[in-house]
Structures are given as C-alpha cells and as structure tokens.
C-alpha cells in the first residue's frame, strides 16, 4: 500500500530535487527516504496541566540528539500530489486528477514484477490542459488523456535505469 505525504517540510524536500520523469502535463520527482517525523507542538492551551515533576528518563549516549546517524533507508512508498489552481481553475478538475494519479500509481502495486522504489514520491501537475479540447472539468474525454498520460509517466518510472554509456576505445 502507498501512504500519503502529508507535511509540507516533506513536499519542499521532494520539490527541490530534479524531476525523475516527465510527460506533457506531468512532472514526478523522488527522494529516497521516510517521511519526516512530527515536531513537537508546544501549546500552552492543554487541557490538563501537570505540575508533577517529570519522570527521569535515561538517554543513551548512542540515541542523544547530537549523535550523527546514518540515514535509515526508507520501507515503503509514500506518495504526494500537487495540483495547483493555476492550471486546474476548478475543484472538480483538481479531483479527477487526484484521482487519477493515485489510481496510477496504486495500479503498480497491482502489476507484477513492477515495483517503484522506495522513498518519497510527488507527482506534480506542470501545465494546464487546453480548456477549449476539454471543455466539461470531468468529461471522459478528460479522462481518457490524464489516463494515457499518467500510464506513460508511470512506465517511465518502473523501467530499469539504463546502464551508462561506454565511451568508445580507440
């Protein structure tokens, strides 16, 4: 199963790598790596507050927040879509293709041999779809194209790299 980006520190690190794959409509970018923790939120507006001393709590030297740590590789897939309203003027619009890229890449999983790797996806929307082709926001037609389009980009995603080209000895 695919999760869902939800924090927006882990969309700016993702946005800020180069695209892995493009189509017309369509850029994905990746970061192999889990999504980023909660923070600690700092509220004043509790509804219990404590005034018992807090439990003393051992931290090993290994575990204390100034220790560097190798990057934990990331398990799974986390997916997350942007779709702005500059090119997409209506809710429905937006929605469908929302819809559209997370049926795209749930389909993957249903493939066999087919796995993306693991790690942090967005999937952003680049350029508008020519309003005057598709005039309905949810027309068939509309769906139809994003469809192909989003199956083109994903098949780019799942291919094997390609191995670097030798340079010719002379």
């Given at each position: 199963m695919i999760g869902r980006i939800l924090r927006s520190a882990d969309f700016e690190r993702v946005l800020g790598t180069p695209s892995r794959a493009r189509s017309a409509h369509f850029a994905a970018h990746h970061v192999a790596a889990p999504p980023s923790l909660p923070g600690r939120r700092l509220s004043t507006a509790q509804a219990e507050l404590s005034t018992v001393a807090a439990p003393v709590v051992h931290i090993a030297v290994d575990d204390s927040p100034g220790t560097v740590k190798e990057p934990v590789p990331p398990q799974g897939c986390w997916l997350g879509m942007v779709v702005p309203k500059r090119h997409a003027r209506r809710a429905v619009t937006r929605s469908l293709l929302k819809r559209q890229i997370r049926a795209a890449f749930a389909s993957i999983e249903a493939e066999a041999g087919k796995a993306l790797p693991p790690g942090l996806w967005v999937v952003r929307l680049r350029a508008p779809f020519?309003?005057?082709?598709?005039?309905?926001?949810?027309?068939?037609?509309?769906?139809?194209?994003?469809?192909?389009e989003?199956?083109?980009?994903?098949?780019?995603?799942?291919?094997?790299p390609r191995p670097p080209a030798n340079p010719a000895t002379p």
């Open positions: 020519d309003r005057q082709q598709f005039p309905s926001a949810a027309s068939e037609a509309l769906r139809r194209v994003v469809h192909a989003l199956a083109q980009l994903v098949h780019k995603l799942t291919r094997p």
